[in-house]
């Protein structure tokens, strides 16, 4: 079992910054990709950010110039890194994992979620 636990949103301003971390842990064979949903109010949850094993990044065309991701092999974990928040930023923020199985499969996880409201 893969377990995914997610930290650092918050309340912040328009325009200031917070860095989501996200460790995931248990029986790990082979991280394939890690990256980031978010779910708005009354939305459907929706693709940010994702950075794939050998390090390729891709990000919504919302979040670009603002947002960086960035991952730590050695300890599992991924990092996002938020910057010129804007209200519309606010949502609840997932951490996604795909792992690859022995056999070869590819099996995906969630974290619980982290609230980041944008807010003055």
């Known amino acids: 079992q893969v377990q995914l636990v997610e930290s650092g949103g918050g309340l912040v301003q328009p325009g200031g910054s917070l860095r989501l971390s996200c460790v995931a842990s248990g029986t790990i064979n082979s991280i394939y990709s890690m990256g980031w949903y978010r779910q708005a109010p009354g939305k459907q949850r929706e693709w940010v950010v994702g950075?794939?094993?050998?390090?390729?990044?891709n990000y919504a065309d919302s979040v670009k110039g603002r947002f960086t991701i960035s991952r730590d092999n050695a300890k599992n974990t991924v990092f996002l890194q938020m910057n010129s928040l804007k209200p519309e930023d606010t949502a609840v923020y997932y951490c996604n994992v795909r792992i690859r199985t022995v056999n070869g499969l590819l099996n995906t996880y969630w974290g619980q979620g982290t609230q980041v409201t944008v807010s003055s």
């Open positions: 950075i794939t094993s050998g390090g390729s990044t």
